[in-house]
């Protein structure tokens, strides 16, 4: 790639072709400067919920943006951040009761975990070990780093690193092995929390797992006075069916973290919700208990007005009615390839449908990802494997002939790859 000087994320300059240029956003579309329309099939890396410039959220930022810029958020506060707070604890699990605000999903977890061990500290019984589950991802700070899956990603800083302890995935029929292996890491008594993406595991592969476990993982932390910590960064606002994926293991976590689709994608913001406990635990008239976390950008009032307005859309519109009708879409779609051999693993949670393409070396440096990627692009579709993971995370205003046509091409891209002409 020439003729920029920005250096782009997960992107190998070396070998990936020019960008293309966006000239405007619109519904589940991205539309070139050439007039191209591409399909979001992957909502803009997880964060557009409703469709792109959404009409009531962009109106709350256009209004919010005749009012405010950047407030400093100590000493001072404003009416958006307020009001965003009050409404979140409203929609959370219960028990949640305060809202810290950052500006990205990494900022969230980074915030919990410190949330998590001040608790501890605060209280006077310290505790440093976090739990976490193979495969995971919760961002690419060094904190968020350390407690993710090891691998290439973080190769070059694993010194910097710090150890946590890590429960195996459960596997289907393997779930015991997970819970047998955080209660022997409880049983140390030094796990402050345990950090999970409840029921699926994005960034790792799109794999899910029961709800049942998370729910006996809660009650495992629970008997060991340790927290739960929801990275909910990817799997809120609908993606899995639920608001929040922890309502369907009936579960509330002692700490949530919520991103990406908190403005319904149009802006970047963060909230980590925590209970009252842990709240109350940095209360007191010695400073030295206050919890020293800031970010300049720290509830910024466009952003809470965008985010305000998105509960506003969730208030008013039928948004669990296009989820559902979105989690039946794919359904249908994605019975195209059942029993297919060129396939492994199809899978489907809520509105976020998963398959493996049969590849004789799998994983994220699979040749299979470029070659897949570069043919959906010729195809006028944004859809980015995870290396031989094929998954669609669509926008709900997806309609069906759209997905139709992501999952024509995904058949014909199969096709290509088992004739070895892709
Ligand atoms: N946690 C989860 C579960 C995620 O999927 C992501 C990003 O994909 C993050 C945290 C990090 O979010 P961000 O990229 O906004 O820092």
Redesign the pocket.
Known sequence: MKNSAVWYPFTQHALEPAMRRIARTEGAYLVEENGARMLDAISS??VITHGHRHPVIMGAIRSAAETYDQIIFAEYTHAPAEALAEGLIGIAPPGLAHVFYSD???TA?EVALKMALGFFHTSGRPRHRVCVMEHG????TIG?MSTGERGVFNAAYAPLLFSVDRVPFPEPGREQATLDAFEECCATGEVAALLV?PLLL??GGMKSYPASVLRDLKRIAERHGALLIA?E??TGWGRTGTLFACEQADISPDILCT??GLTGGALPLAATLCTREIFEAHLSTDRRKTFFHSSSYTANPIACAAALANLEVWRQEPVGTRIEALVERQQRQLARFAGDPRFSDIRQIGTIAALDLSVPAGGYLSEAGPRLRAFFRERRLLIRPLGNVIYLMPPYCVTEDELKRAYEAIDEAAGLFAAGRL
């Open positions: 890396w997880w990205s999903g990494s977890v991802y919760h961002g690419d968020t993406e994005g960034a990275d960064v990817m991103s990406k």
